[in-house]
């Protein structure tokens, strides 16, 4: 098992790179599916969940080469094979799930394992199944297990009663070779739709409106391959962003496009932090004096809820109250409890967190509890005194590449250690 740690109070300087987005490569490479012919994924994210979503096609026979030197990923779906994909990969990834679409849309049938919930919540997939029954689809679930048949998917007009991401995908999906059109209102609008459309639409796909809440899909007969460099993660840029404003440095963040991190500029600017923006790349000025915010999270372009943990490290750090509702997620304040061990002031209300800043965080060993929480106690780690110490790191690894070198590279003191280290230390 190994370990993250963090010895604080130090300032940040330089560049950091970001890198292509876990949530727009995960629906990609689920999508080539649907193709007999090759797809290519430039510039791919190294990152534990793709090696999952690609160890899930490879158990359907997909062929895939991850050259991790070029970040380059190829894929082969000419002798795909209607397979149940492992029930052990498909509950290490709730995204595993977004190959049902694709699968049905390519066998007609499909059978995986529920993909059950996770530590920030039930996560059910109801509005998927309501996308995929309203294309014809018969599904049944049960004794742990979707099963979806349909002798020809029809187009159809499908209401999501939230825009959820990962139905919006799965649904586009199945509908692009469904007979006739489909339209899906209150869609999500998350620039990870847009940048799917996009590589279904080079494909072959016909989607109109992708990053509006009304999708139309006219349903086409065959797809091709495509190659395809994936947008940039918005959330990850928004983690270094955070990580110059609770240092209190200014740090270059490079590789990001600032109509997708349009809300989190918002509020750091309320918060004071300055910013600075230069075509691809924003400097983040945190060494100023800082006032707290209130943030409710929102589907996009709302303030995302995959920042929430890590603006509420921030919030730790700076005087005055600040408060934030999570209205995604039920669940999603796990990090809370992490954050008061390393002398946080926060209360808890239901869906709401109060968070009163303290002068000092103090490093402490921690946990963390998910993807987003973890990168919130490294942040808070850089901002406190003294050493912090995360354990579960697995989680920070399904999503950010390389944190700590990145972070290194910037003038941090951060170290990934094992468990027998630790030891001898
Ligand atoms: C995606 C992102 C995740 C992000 C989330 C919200 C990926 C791989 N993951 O997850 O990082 O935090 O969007 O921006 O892209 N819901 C239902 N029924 C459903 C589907 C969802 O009730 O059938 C609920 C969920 O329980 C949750 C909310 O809708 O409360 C949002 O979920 P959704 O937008 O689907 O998130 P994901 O696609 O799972």
Redesign the pocket.
């Known amino acids: 098992m190994e370990k993250i740690i963090v010895n604080g109070g130090r300032k940040l300087c330089g560049e950091v790179e970001i890198s292509s987005a876990?949530?727009s490569i995960?629906?990609i490479i689920a999508s080539s599916i649907l193709t007999n012919e090759k797809c290519i994924i430039e510039n791919a994210p190294m990152l534990e969940d793709v090696f999952v979503i690609c160890e899930v096609l490879e158990n359907l026979n997909s062929k895939i080469n991850i050259d991790k030197e070029s970040r380059m990923i190829t894929i082969d779906n000419s002798n795909l094979k209607l397979n149940e994909p492992s029930h052990n990969l498909v509950r290490k990834m709730?995204?595993s799930f977004l190959t049902m679409g694709a699968m049905v849309a390519r066998f007609g049938e499909f059978k995986i394992s529920l993909p059950g919930g996770c530590n920030i919540?039930?996560?059910?997939?109801?509005?998927?199944l309501k996308g995929f029954k309203a294309l014809g689809v018969q599904v049944e679930v049960g004794y742990g297990y979707v099963e979806a048949k349909v002798s020809k998917l029809k187009g159809n007009n499908i209401y999501l009663d939230?825009?959820?991401?990962?139905?919006t995908e799965n649904i586009m999906m199945a509908a692009v070779m469904a007979e006739g059109e489909t339209i899906i209102e209150n869609a999500?609008e998350?620039p990870?739709i847009v940048d799917l459309a996009k590589f279904l639409n080079s494909m072959g796909a016909k989607i109109i409106g992708a990053g509006t809440d009304k999708l139309r899909i006219i349903g086409v007969n065959r797809l091709n391959g495509a190659r395809h460099r994936p947008i940039y993660d918005r959330i990850e840029a928004g983690t270094f962003m955070v990580a110059a404003a609770i240092t209190r440095s200014k740090l270059k963040v490079i590789n990001v496009s600032e109509e997708h991190v349009k809300p989190i500029i918002a509020k750091l600017t309320e918060m004071n932090v300055g910013i600075e923006i230069d075509k691809n790349s924003i400097i983040v000025d945190g060494d100023r004096d800082l006032k707290p915010v209130d943030i409710k999270t929102m589907?996009y372009p709302g303030f995302?809820?995959?920042m929430q943990a890590q603006m509420m490290a921030l919030l730790c750090t700076v005087k005055g109250t600040g408060v934030i509702t999570e209205t995604?997620?039920?669940n999603r304040f796990m990090h809370a409890s992490e954050l008061k061990r390393m002398g946080a002031n926060i209360k808890l209300d239901g869906r709401s967190a109060i968070i009163e800043g303290v002068e000092h965080l103090t490093g402490a060993e921690v946990k963390a509890t998910d993807l987003r929480a973890g990168a919130a106690l490294i942040l808070a780690g850089l901002g406190a005194d003294g050493c912090t110490k995360i354990g579960d790191i697995y989680h920070i690894d399904r999503g950010y590449v390389d944190i700590e070198k990145k972070l290194k590279k910037v003038g941090a003191q951060i170290e990934r250690i094992s468990e027998s280290d630790i030891k001898v230390v």
């Open positions: 876990k949530n995960l629906p709730r995204a919540g039930s996560r059910p997939i109801d509005l998927h939230f825009p959820s991401v990962g139905a999500a998350e990870e589907p995302p809820t995959d995604i997620f039920e």
